[in-house]
């Protein structure tokens, strides 16, 4: 039971960690010659790495049959939001630099962050919709507006498919993980309703 | 302007070298710069006195390489110093050796930045040879030795534009493509130069990989104009020293008012055609890359804003970001041979 306690705030403290990574490179001027770059896609990697792992929770649950996993599903998915957040904010003062004018722009006319951008606009719902008493307000609403995880992760790995050049390995290995963690629930929701 | 005050050399600078540079080969190097030294019997910064003097840019002495054969070191014992003024010179502040060596897009050695680099310690720039086909009186098998005996080299300091709209100021050594062309004598028939790279699955881990899209080797192509063109170099050195592999040993084509993928490394195929070649970007996404591929602020790429750039290296504090100039500021020198042609078209 004691131990059970010390779960969460682990998680919340592990979760930090990458953040803390990254902080700890920038104060040391450590990331490269292209700052930018590297920062982007450490942000972005960490988002599909924390969605990804947001959405093995219930299939864990099933397996271990440990309740424990769903219990930390949500704070996990909210860290997905988090790094997204901080993709975001990186884009648009170090790669936008501000220029607002080419914001509306780069959504519209680049399909790579036409795709992104729609898969964080998706999480910032469920983000915002994650506390308690939206959970209650929204009803069944909830489950169904939750279930756009999905469609968040695919155009996540879509996102990065895009921005891959020659070799597209990291998208086949995001979009493997992404399809078995889908496919596992199409199994089950096919198998019927007896679990 | 390459000495630094301690302060200014960020760990990120010092550390690398062992990412770079695998340790046996480290070793091995350091091992035949201290018997270098001691045969000629003098410290290393006097012996280096002799090459390369009064070239505006060397690479730190303790980072200059070997040569790939004893008959490159003689070939860089006498090296042009890049004049004071455009087209072959740029006052604009270089990017530094250690960042030009580690920051590389060169997919056979992996998809990274760092990759080229850090992947390449078996890569082997001699022997070299190059074929040269095509429309041309001389075609053959050339040793590489033959190939750079009748040229002169030369250092250059040109801008180089990526596609992912970052830039650096680059000292090359090199010869004017035009001068290794003639050579060959085109024919009349020989409208567009098609060039080749390597593929060697046993140095190249990137071919190795499973999930590239690419069909190597990777090719580029030029139109007999712009490959006569005096700004187009073929390099073999960069800040007064050996290529490295990363970019692009023993030897590769630098076409400084065009995005850099056309800027095609470790040539070993020179074909002579009439008609345009299929270059690997283009067969790839050709909605995306286009043949010409000059810099083009007003033209975007599909995934790129082209208007300005990121110049390396930066740090996350001061980042200089600064407007892409047509034709990457050689417009003076190109532009006539694109009158007439709509640029949003042919991009």
Redesign the interface.
């Known amino acids: 039971m004691q131990m059970r306690k010390l779960i969460k705030p682990l998680v919340f403290i592990l979760a930090l960690l990458p953040l803390a990574l990254l902080l700890l490179r920038?104060l040391?001027?450590?990331?490269?010659?292209?700052?930018?770059?590297e920062?982007s896609l450490e942000t972005g990697e960490w988002t599909l790495r924390f969605l990804i792992i947001a959405l093995a929770m219930t299939p864990l649950r099933r397996i271990t049959n440990q309740v424990e996993f769903t219990r930390h599903r949500r704070m996990i998915g909210l860290y997905a939001l988090f790094y997204a957040t901080l993709h975001l904010i990186v884009w648009l003062m170090?790669v936008l630099?501000f220029r607002w004018f080419?914001i509306a722009e780069?959504i519209l006319?680049?399909?790579?962050i036409t795709v992104g951008f729609s898969a964080y606009l998706i999480l910032l719902a469920l983000g915002i919709t994650s506390p308690k008493f939206m959970v209650r307000k929204l009803g069944k609403n909830w489950k169904r507006l939750h279930k756009l995880v999905y469609l968040a992760a695919i155009l996540g790995v879509l996102h990065l498919l895009?921005?891959?050049?020659?070799?597209?390995?990291p998208a086949?290995f995001y979009g493997a993980l992404v399809a078995f963690l889908l496919g596992y629930r199409a199994w089950f929701s096919l198998r019927g309703p007896h679990n | 302007m390459l000495i630094k005050k301690p302060s200014d050399i960020?760990?990120?600078e010092i550390t690398p070298e062992s990412v770079y540079r695998n340790r046996r080969q480290f070793i091995e190097d350091s091992g035949r710069v201290l018997l270098g030294a001691a045969t000629v019997g003098a410290l290393p910064s006097i012996a280096s006195a002799q090459a390369g003097d009064g070239l505006k840019a060397r690479a730190p002495t303790t980072m200059r390489r070997n040569p790939p054969a004893a008959w490159w070191a003689d070939k860089f014992a006498d090296i042009k110093p890049a004049p004071n003024s455009a087209p072959f010179y740029t006052g604009e502040t270089l990017?530094p050796y250690e960042?030009v060596v580690?920051?590389n897009n060169f997919?056979e050695f992996?998809?990274n930045?760092?990759d080229p680099s850090s992947n390449s310690g078996n890569y082997k720039a001699d022997p070299w040879s190059v074929e040269i086909s095509g429309e041309v009186a001389k075609p053959g098998v050339y040793n590489l030795e033959d190939i750079l005996k009748p040229h002169d080299l030369e250092e250059r300091i040109y801008r180089l534009r990526c596609v992912?709209a970052?830039s650096m100021v680059i000292p090359w050594v090199g010869f004017p493509l035009a001068d290794l062309i003639k050579r060959f004598e085109p024919t009349s028939k020989a409208k567009y130069i098609e060039f080749e790279t390597l593929v060697d699955p046993e140095t190249m881990p990137?071919v190795r990989?499973?999930?590239?899209?690419?069909d190597w080797p990777y090719r580029e192509g030029l139109r007999m104009d712009e490959a006569m063109n005096p700004l187009t170099l073929m390099a073999v050195g960069v800040y007064g020293d050996y290529l490295p592999p990363q970019n692009g040993a023993p030897m590769r084509l630098i076409v400084p008012w065009k995005y850099g993928f056309k800027s095609i490394k470790a040539i070993v195929k020179i074909n002579f055609r009439e008609t345009m070649p299929d270059t690997t970007w283009v067969d790839?996404q050709a909605q995306e890359y286009g043949f010409y591929a000059n810099v083009n602020p007003a033209v975007?790429h599909?995934?790129w804003?082209q208007d300005t750039e990121?110049r390396?290296?930066?740090?996350?504090f001061s980042?200089s970001?600064i407007a892409t100039q047509p034709f990457n500021g050689y417009g003076e020198q190109v532009a006539s041979m694109y009158e007439g042609m709509d640029l949003s078209r042919y991009y």
């Open positions: 920038i040391q001027n450590n990331l490269g010659p292209d700052p930018v770059q920062l170090f630099e080419a780069e006319e680049r399909p790579y895009w921005i891959l050049r020659l070799d597209i390995a086949v | 960020n760990p990120s990017t960042d580690s920051y997919y992996g998809m930045k760092g992912e970052w990137g990989s499973r999930f590239a899209i690419v790839l975007h599909p995934r804003r990121r390396l290296p930066q740090t996350l980042r970001r």
